[in-house]
């Protein structure tokens, strides 16, 4: 019955020419299998984990020292949290450089962008579950950014209702981290195959000809995707242990405190000033309204299209703009945020 | 509307009023033009030209502990630097380093997290 639930969930008739893999490389697939991972991983997690300031970071060392696999799971939780964050990614490139965002496509680019938010949010919410010094100070500083924001204390009380790494806060990441992000990820990534199968694959629509069914032209490949997808990230686990810093100590920041490194472009950014914080949303803003400029619709298929040059051009600027502030604050700063050689 | 504000009323419990202790040091203990860093209570006396203030060492751009430094004060996350007596020297931050009040009680020093 799954089984049907999941073929239910895929277009009953492909494209062939949609199934090459160098036109979408399965990366949304390959997020969905790590979404799945991220929620088996996690569900065995919570047999262990402690949401209370006293006891998380013992619950974390427990689990890594005295529970057999605890710290192989931890791992394989972090790395499938971290390829979802780059799989979404770069599935929402392949997306805008194919052209495959103008309508009819625009409410499941929306639903894409929400679930691009929610991965965010989940990973954001899983730092600081262990209550270590990378999880107070990226929570500290993130919960202080928000409250610059208009209507950002409004957004903080309701997530801080006490002081961060608090009792009730953690709860509220937690249960966060655990319930709300995870059961509207799972629901919108069902939503955003469904509109898929709507629209009857991918571009081009209503070809004439050259259809394929799914059984097993599309399901030999999504199975092919899943099985390598779990087996890379099962084995990366085994070698990339998942760090677990020192308890959060608000006395003592480590020096240089650097956040996770998908949000490092942010504390690089506002590194400079504060109000740089605009910068960044109105990247994200110039990205979801991409369906609204003014570009031609694509009746199908290709990379890099003619008629999106300037798109293509204005999209990967941002992302070199977003990658070399991240490779900056990742290795260009040294004790207190000065800058220090990569070499 | 009427279950928002229910369901926001629910999620903003009233704090409960924390009851913050003045801090005690030894006035001999405040070394003549330097600091008596506190970590703990996230606080540093100064003493300057025979002037003492006390500064809060949370950073006023993000909220980061800052570090004490041979020129004064710096912050880890973002890298905003002070001078001694709290003065913002470089950014991002935008003011300069609260100061909490002290009085001194007879070579002991009293400080308060209300502002000086």
Known sequence: MVKAL??????????????????????????????????????????????????????????????????????????????????????????????????????????????????????????????????????????????????????????????????????????LHVVLVPVAMLALSMLHFFIIRRQRGLLPYGA????????????RLVTLGFVLCTAVLLLAAVFIPAPLELPADPAHAPNPAKSAWFLLWIQELVSYSTSAIYVALALVAMFVSLPWLPVPKLERAVWFPREHRPIAILVLAACGFILTLTLVGLFMRGPNWGFVSPF | MLGGFGLWRFLTPRGRRSSREPIAVSAADVPADGALVLPRQRCAVVRKDDAILALDLTCPHLGCTVNATPQGFACPCHGSRFKSDGEVVEGPAARSMKRLSVEDRGGVLSISREEG
């Open chain 1, 208 to 219: 004439a000809s050259g259809y394929v069914s799914s059984t097993p032209h599309l399901f």
């Open chain 1, 6 to 175: 999941l073929k239910h969930l895929f277009p009953r008739r492909v494209l062939e020419s949609n199934l090459r893999i160098s036109y979408t490389f399965g990366l949304g697939g390959l997020a969905l299998t790590t979404l799945l991972l991220l929620t088996g991983s996690g569900l065995l997690l919570l047999f262990y984990y402690s949401p209370s300031p006293e006891r998380a970071h013992g619950s974390i060392q427990f689990l890594e020292i005295d529970v057999w696999g605890g710290g192989y799971l931890r791992s394989l939780h972090r790395l499938s949290s971290h390829a979802l964050l780059v799989l979404i990614t770069l599935h929402a490139l392949r997306v805008i450089l194919t052209g495959a965002f103008k309508r009819p496509q625009r409410l499941n680019w929306i639903v894409g962008w929400l679930l691009l938010f929610l991965a965010v949010s989940a990973a954001y919410t899983g730092y600081l579950l262990p209550a270590d010094q990378l999880a107070y100070w990226a929570t500290q500083t993130g919960m202080e950014l928000l409250r610059t924001l208009p209507m950002g204390g409004v957004v903080r009380s309701l997530l801080v209702p006490d002081t961060v790494g608090g009792p009730l806060s953690l709860l509220r990441f937690y249960a």
